[in-house]
């Protein structure tokens, strides 16, 4: 029995450690929330998709330390606004930036169809900035530069990504915490076949009607269309789509990438012929597979 014990007792404390931090709520007081009975859905199928979030969290990967660098990056999974498409956009690709030696952030970020927000569209981004200066603020604990933490977005979370990347300034309508004036700026920014627009031609519809609605008025598409929000300020991007990607037209990242180097911004565009959208790591994807091949090189330089 005193083995079993011991033994428990050790069981216990692997535990601990290896549980410790790995997931934290963002906010004390959420803000922009209204006390509903909605509650988060969980569907496993594929996918490990979630809906209707109402408690934002960082899910945390750190890497071994003998292969850790100084990076960090925050991963917004993607799903239309509707979801969170959470391994496959989310877990899996942390697992991969840790191969690499950078600590990996995965955020769980409130969606806008959710009943318990008041300004639905706010949300996200609220989210995304916590997220940035949470990680900043803990970058000690982890090792990390914290100028050196960027962040990466798929799909509809490449759009929260992009929107974190060039209004990251945006002013807070809440009260303030210490933790909410640190620099919610990107260091560097990875978008894979993002939602870019909310402009009629290329525009993602229903990502736009659960961000904006389905009446929004002109100065809300503009707004949120994040090529006409670039400037000096945004951080170097790396971009990856496709030309057969129906779902998300390639023109947001190329109008996107020209938004950049009109106005001076380090920006690596990379087009693949084939792929459509939602490939993630493209594991088995012959040539798409190496996208993040070449993500890795671009990392190199920061």
């Known amino acids: ?3 079993i014990g011991v033994l428990f007792g050790f069981l216990f404390t692997i535990s601990s450690v290896f549980s410790q931090d790995q997931v934290v709520q963002l906010w004390d007081d959420i803000p922009n929330s ?19 979030v109402k408690t934002p969290t960082l899910e945390i990967y750190v890497p071994a330390k003998r292969h850790a660098m100084d990076k960090a990056v925050v991963i917004c999974p993607g799903g239309g606004y509707h979801f969170l498409s959470y ?6 690709v942390a697992k991969w930036f840790n191969s690499k030696g950078i600590a990996a952030f995965v955020l769980k970020y409130r969606l806008p169809t959710s009943k318990s927000l008041k300004t639905a569209h706010e949300a ?20 990390i530069n914290p100028n050196k933490i960027g962040v990466i977005g798929f799909s509809a979370g490449g759009h929260l990504a992009s929107t974190l990347g060039t209004r990251f300034d945006a002013p807070n309508t809440f009260k303030e915490q210490p933790l909410d ?11 894979i076949y993002p939602v870019i ?63 950049l180097k009109s106005e001076g911004v ?14 993630s790591l493209a594991i088995n994807k012959g040539r798409l597979q190496t996208w993040t091949d070449r993500m890795d090189d671009w990392l190199r330089s920061f």
């Open 1 to 3: 029995m005193r083995l």
């Open 34 to 52: 209204q006390e509903t009975d909605e509650k988060e859905d969980v569907k496993q199928g594929d996918i490990l998709k979630i809906y209707a």
């Open 87 to 92: 391994d496959w956009e989310g877990t899996d």
């Open 124 to 143: 996200p981004l609220q989210d995304a900035q916590r997220a940035m200066r949470w990680v900043r603020a803990h970058a000690e604990d982890y090792d």
């Open 181 to 191: 004036t640190i620099s919610a700026r990107p260091d560097f920014m990875a978008l």
């Open 197 to 259: 627009t909310m402009q009629q031609g290329f525009v993602h519809m229903g990502s736009r009607d659960r961000l904006l609605g389905k009446s929004p008025n002109q100065a809300l598409i503009t707004k949120y269309s994040n090529e006409l929000q670039v400037s000096k300020k945004t951080p170097p991007t790396f971009l990856v789509h496709s030309s057969d990607d129906h779902a998300v037209p390639v023109e947001n990242s190329i109008n996107f990438y020209s938004a």
């Open 266 to 279: 380090d920006a690596e565009l990379h087009i693949y012929p084939y792929g459509k959208h939602g490939y």
